[in-house]
């Protein structure tokens, strides 16, 4: 599907974001390659951006030139007989968690809170205290601007505390060949279980997560990273931000590390929380917190 100015607000977990010039929501591999050839032949506009739940991006008020994708319904998975499940990129975290569970396949529990999809979860190595991404990893399965498609293995991504190949440019280190590539699939390692076990710590951990995080309000997830040591939440509730609202964003009274939005709120809202809340903390503590959400410059168009 093409949608042309389309409300990017429709499409981010925290309900924020103008118009998209062009997004092309895709359902397969072959609809990705077709939008990405028009995108060659100058019948979309570029640059391209690739989007999955969009749960940790803040897209800007002003919307953004070129084409959005969208691989948010390329969210197919299957267990494999030998254990190891293929899924695209879109596959939703907590529901491949889950399905895992009930047939039997461990690993895979911390999932099962965090709203995010496989491609996503893999750029960032989404994780938690008991897992991360990289850590269940066997293969990607990439996509070129150009259309060439290639597997890599765990090994290539270098991944590390909320971040993998993918972001080099971002730690100012010089992005490998694989920056401007898209994740289409990627092959997960688990291991037999009982299913009753599973499926009651899939609850645990989604119960946990639920009381503990604002999940009721749209929201990023973690605003910041936790910097070695300490945990960003802490040191925005001690320095006293925690319930501070700016606009229709609120850092929630439940959880400092997440922005909510409230009702009406604002990408421009949210980046001004964050960078009063940052230069506090490096002020009253002389920490500077890293972003773990992407916020996307309201000034510049986005690359990919």
């Given amino acids: 599907m093409i949608l042309h100015d389309e409300p990017l607000s429709r499409h981010s977990s925290i309900r924020t974001g103008g118009p998209g010039q062009i997004v092309a929501l895709v359902e397969s591999t072959e609809e990705l390659m077709s939008v990405l050839q028009r995108v060659k032949e100058g019948i979309f506009p570029s640059p391209v951006r690739f989007i999955g739940n969009a749960s940790n991006i803040l897209f800007p008020d002003g919307g953004l030139l070129g084409t959005v994708i969208s691989l948010k319904k390329m969210d197919r998975f299957t267990l494999r007989p030998d254990g190891l499940i293929e899924a695209e990129a879109g596959a ?58 290639e597997r890599i293995v765990r090994e290539d991504l270098r991944f590390s505390y909320r971040t993998s190949e993918f972001q080099r440019e971002e730690l100012s280190e010089r992005p490998s060949r694989w920056q401007d590539w898209v ?108 972003t773990e959400v992407e916020i996307v410059p309201e000034e510049t168009p986005a690359a990919v």
């Fill in 92 to 149: 939703f975290l907590p529901r491949l968690a889950f399905h895992a569970a009930r047939q039997g396949r461990g690993g895979l529990g911390f999932l099962s809170g965090i709203p995010g999809t496989v491609g996503g979860g893999i750029v960032m190595n989404a994780g938690t205290t008991t897992g991360e991404m990289g850590d269940i990893l066997r293969e990607v399965c990439l996509v070129s601007p150009d259309g060439a498609m």
């Fill in 183 to 290: 994740i289409v699939s990627a092959v997960l390692e688990t291991f037999p279980a009982e299913p009753v076990f599973l499926m009651e710590e899939w609850e645990r951990l989604r119960r946990s997560r639920s009381e503990a995080q604002p999940l009721d309000k749209p929201n990023l997830g973690s605003v910041f990273r936790n910097p070695p040591g300490d945990f960003a939440g802490r040191l925005i509730e001690d320095a006293g931000w925690k319930g501070v609202v700016r606009g229709g964003i609120e850092i929630s009274p439940r959880h400092a590390n997440f922005f909510v939005n409230r009702g009406g709120g604002l990408s421009r809202d949210f980046r001004s929380l964050v960078e009063d809340v940052r230069l506090a903390i490096l002020k009253e503590n002389g920490i500077r917190l890293e």
